[in-house]
C-alpha cells in the first residue's frame, strides 16, 4: 500500500496516470529511488501499475547497495545487527574499473589469493635482495603519496567513498594497482576506519561529521610490489580525548618501531607498545597484527602487538614487514559486522592505528612509507 506524504508531492503528476500525486510507493522510499517514478494519485491508480512498476525494484547495475557475504554479496537493506555504537553501515558504490593496462595481482579476477595462500613464505619469512629493495621502496613511496592526497581530502561533509575514488585513481593513474581491491572480494581500493571501527571499514555514502576520527589505510601495488601503511586522521572539531587516542597509537607504532634491528624478536615489540599503551589509559587490540609484506600482500612473519603474544622468529637483515598497532578507548576485543569485514570495538568506543613498512637493515630499519616534507601534518603537528 503506497503511503502519503504530505508537503512533499506539491508539482509531482502520477507515474501512471499524470494526475496530481498524493502518495509514494513505500518500496521506492525504502530504495531511495527518484520521487518522480515513485508517485501515484491513489492506491487505486498504485494497485493497477503495480505489475508494472515493481520492475523498477530490481536495483540496476549502477546501484549503491549495502555489502553482504564479505564483499560478494549486495542488498537493498541495512542487516540487522547488534551495533556496539553509534556508527551504521550506508550503501557502497559499484566497484569501480581498472584498466587492463595496469598490472594486476593473481586475485583481481576471482578473490583467492592463491600465490599467496600456496606459498611458503607464509612460513618463512623471505629476505629480500637489493633489486626486491629497490622495489619496495617504490611501492612504498607511491602508497605514501596517495595517502597523503587521501588525508588532503578529509573533512567534513567528505564521503569516504570520495576517498575511495581519490585513492583509486591515483593509484591507477601511477600504473599500480590497488592492493585491497577484491583481496578476498573486499569491493573497494582502500580500508576506512571511522570511529569505533578498528580495521577494514569499507568505504560508502556516509559524510564524514566534525568530531570523527577516521584511519585511511592504503596499499599499492606496484612493479610486483606491495608498499603498505595507514595513519588516523581528525575531522573537523575533536573532543581531546579521541585525539590523544590517535596521538598515542601514532606513539605505540614509533616506540616499537625504535625496537627494530637484526636479532630482535618479532615478539617483543608487543611488550612497549601495551606499555605505553596502558599508560596511556587504553588497550591493544589482539585479533589483528603486522605482517611480511612485499611480492605478496601477507606473508611471514606474523607480528601481533600486544604483550605476552608467542609470535615466533627475530629480525633479520633484509626482512620486510609492517608494524600496525590498533589502540582502542576501551575493551581491546572487537565484533565483526554482517557485511563480514568491518572490525569494530565491542563497546562502540573509538579505536586509532597506524601504520609503517619497513626494511630491517644492519644496524636498524628503514621505513620504507615515511612521512615525506609535503606530507599533510598530524593534528599535533599543526
Not at 79 to 97: C, H, I, K, N
Not at 114 to 123: A, D, G, V, Y
Amino acid at each position: 500500500q503506497a503511503s502519503a506524504e504530505d508537503g512533499e508531492m506539491q508539482g509531482k503528476l502520477c507515474t501512471r496516470c499524470g494526475q496530481p500525486a498524493k502518495l509514494q510507493c513505500p518500496k521506492c522510499i525504502e530504495l531511495r529511488l527518484p520521487k518522480q517514478a515513485s508517485v501515484f494519485c491513489s492506491q487505486d491508480c498504485f494497485k493497477a501499475g503495480w505489475a508494472e512498476h515493481k520492475v523498477a525494484h530490481v536495483p540496476s547495475a549502477d546501484a549503491w547497495l549495502y555489502c553482504t557475504k564479505r564483499g560478494k554479496g549486495r542488498s537493498t537493506l541495512m542487516p540487522d545487527f547488534a551495533w556496539t555504537g553509534e556508527l551504521r553501515p550506508a550503501r557502497v558504490s559499484p566497484m569501480r574499473e581498472i584498466p587492463a593496462s595496469v598490472p594486476k595481482p593473481d586475485y583481481n579476477k576471482d578473490g583467492i589469493p592463491r600465490k599467496e595462500m600456496e606459498s611458503k613464505q607464509q612460513n618463512v619469512a623471505p629476505l629480500y635482495n637489493a633489486e626486491d629493495i629497490v622495489g619496495m621502496r617504490a611501492a612504498c613511496l607511491l602508497g605514501r603519496q596517495v595517502l597523503d592526497l587521501a588525508h588532503a581530502a578529509v573533512r567534513p561533509g567528505v564521503t569516504t567513498d570520495e576517498l575511495d575514488r581519490i585513492v583509486h585513481e591515483a593509484t591507477i593513474a601511477a600504473g599500480a594497482y590497488p592492493s585491497p581491491y577484491n583481496y578476498y572480494n573486499f569491493p573497494k581500493s582502500v580500508c576506512t576506519s571511522v570511529n569505533e571501527v578498528i580495521c577494514h571499514g569499507i568505504p560508502d555514502e556516509r559524510e564524514l561529521q566534525s568530531g570523527d576520527i577516521v584511519n585511511v589505510d592504503i596499499t599499492a601495488y606496484l612493479n610486483g610490489y606491495h608498499g603498505d601503511l595507514n595513519e588516523t586522521f581528525v575531522v573537523g572539531e575533536v573532543d581531546q580525548s579521541k585525539k590523544d587516542l590517535v596521538k598515542t597509537a601514532h606513539d605505540c607504532m614509533h616506540k616499537a618501531l625504535a625496537m627494530c634491528k637484526p636479532g630482535t624478536r618479532y615478539r617483543d615489540l608487543g611488550e612497549v607498545i601495551t606499555k605505553h599503551a596502558q599508560s596511556q589509559g587504553v588497550s591493544v587490540v589482539r585479533s589483528y597484527c603486522g605482517h611480511g609484506i612485499g611480492e605478496l600482500f601477507h606473508c611471514a612473519p606474523n607480528i601481533p602487538h600486544y604483550a605476552g603474544n608467542k609470535a615466533v622468529g627475530v629480525m633479520k637483515e633484509g626482512h620486510i614487514f609492517t608494524v600496525e598497532p590498533m589502540i582502542n578507548q576501551g575493551s581491546w576485543r572487537d565484533k565483526l559486522w554482517p557485511d563480514g569485514w568491518t572490525a569494530v570495538t565491542e563497546d562502540g568506543k573509538s579505536s586509532a592505528q597506524f601504520e609503517h613498512t619497513v626494511l630491517v637493515t644492519k644496524d636498524g630499519v628503514e621505513i620504507l612509507t615515511a612521512r615525506l616534507p609535503t606530507s599533510p601534518k598530524l593534528w599535533w603537528e599543526t
